[in-house]
C-alpha cells in the first residue's frame, strides 16, 4: 500500500512540476511571441518555432509605441502561411467589440464599416457598458473569421484604430479599437459647392461642421416633406426638423455643435423621384 502510495506521490509531483514548468516557460515569454502563440494552436508553433523565429527578428519591429502591433503579427503570420482563417464550411462565430468612447457612434460606425466589407446580416448577442468602456459582441456565418486585415483598413477610413486583438478560441475574437479620432465616413458639405443627391431608398448623411448654412431645393416632380436631424461629434440629437407639408426649398442655419445632418423624408423616400440639391453657405 505504502509503496503503491509513494509510486502515485512521484508521479504527481513529476506531473505537477512539469506543468510549472511549462507554466513558467508561458510566463517568461516576451509580449511579442506571447502573442504569436495567442494565434496559433500548439502544434503548429512547436512545429515552426525555428522559422517563427527568423521571420519575426527582430522583435522591435511588431511594437507601436509600447505596445504590441497585433494586426502586424497577424499580417507576418498569414503572409508566411501560418495562420488560415478560412473554416471546413459555413460557421457561426462571435465577434466583440471593445471601446471606451461613447456607444452610440461606436455602433454606427462599426455597423458602416461592417457593411463595407460585406457583413450586412449579423445578431447582436451581447452589449455592455461600465465606466471604462463600452462591449459589443456579434454573431455572423460564413465559410471565413473576419481578415483582421481587411478589418483595420476598413476602420482606418473612419479614422479609427485597432489596439489590441485577442483570439478567444477558433470561432470568438475580440477586438479593442481606439475612437478617439474617428468619424463618420460621409461626405463633406463645403461653402458655396452645390451637391445634387440622387434618388435613394436610404437617407442621406453629410459632415457639416465647416458651414453656417445649408439650402435644400427640391424639384417640381417631387412632394418633399422635410425630415432633417442635427448630430453632434458623438451622434448625439441636437436638433430635430419635420414638417408635414411639401416643401420646394428650405433654408437651415446649421447649430453650432452640430456635426452630422440627416437629410430624409417625414413619410418616405420615395417623394424624391429627382433627388435634392444642396447649396452650403458661409464657414465656421
Not at 502563440?37 to 522591435?60: C, G, Q, R, W
Request: glycine share 4%; aromatic share 12%.
Amino acid at each position: 500500500m505504502v509503496r503503491f502510495f509513494l509510486l502515485g506521490f512521484t508521479l504527481f509531483l513529476a506531473l505537477s512540476i512539469n506543468a510549472f514548468g511549462q507554466e513558467s516557460m508561458a510566463q517568461n515569454d516576451d509580449p511579442v511571441t506571447a502573442k504569436i502563440k495567442s494565434f496559433l494552436n500548439e502544434k503548429t508553433y512547436n512545429e515552426n518555432e525555428a522559422f517563427i523565429n527568423v521571420i519575426f527578428d527582430p522583435k522591435s519591429d511588431y511594437y507601436v509605441k509600447d505596445r504590441v502591433d497585433s494586426v502586424k503579427i497577424i499580417q507576418t503570420l498569414k503572409d508566411n502561411g501560418l495562420l488560415n482563417l478560412f473554416f471546413k464550411s459555413p460557421q457561426e462565430f462571435t465577434l466583440t467589440f471593445k471601446t471606451n468612447g461613447s456607444p452610440i457612434f461606436f455602433v454606427r460606425i462599426m455597423d458602416d464599416v461592417l457593411n463595407s466589407i460585406g457583413y450586412f446580416r449579423y445578431v447582436t448577442s451581447g452589449a455592455h457598458l461600465n465606466e471604462s468602456e463600452f462591449s459589443w459582441s456579434i454573431n455572423l456565418t460564413s465559410e471565413y473569421m473576419t481578415d483582421p486585415l481587411i478589418l483595420q483598413k476598413a476602420l482606418r477610413k473612419s479614422g479609427c484604430e485597432i489596439i489590441d486583438i485577442t483570439k478567444m478560441d477558433a470561432k470568438k475574437w475580440t477586438y479593442i479599437i481606439d475612437i478617439s479620432s474617428a468619424e463618420l465616413n460621409v461626405p463633406r458639405l463645403v461653402a458655396a459647392k452645390e451637391v445634387r443627391l440622387k434618388r435613394s431608398l436610404y437617407a442621406h448623411w453629410f459632415n457639416v461642421q465647416g458651414i453656417n448654412g445649408l439650402k435644400i431645393s427640391s424639384s417640381r416632380r417631387n412632394h418633399w416633406y422635410p425630415y432633417i436631424s442635427y448630430y453632434d461629434a458623438s451622434l448625439h440629437l441636437v436638433k430635430l426638423l419635420k414638417h408635414k407639408r411639401i416643401y420646394k426649398s428650405i433654408s437651415l442655419r446649421i447649430p453650432k455643435n452640430a456635426k452630422y445632418i440627416k437629410i430624409s423624408d417625414l413619410y418616405t423616400l420615395k417623394n424624391l423621384r429627382d433627388g435634392l440639391l444642396l447649396s452650403p453657405m458661409g464657414m465656421r
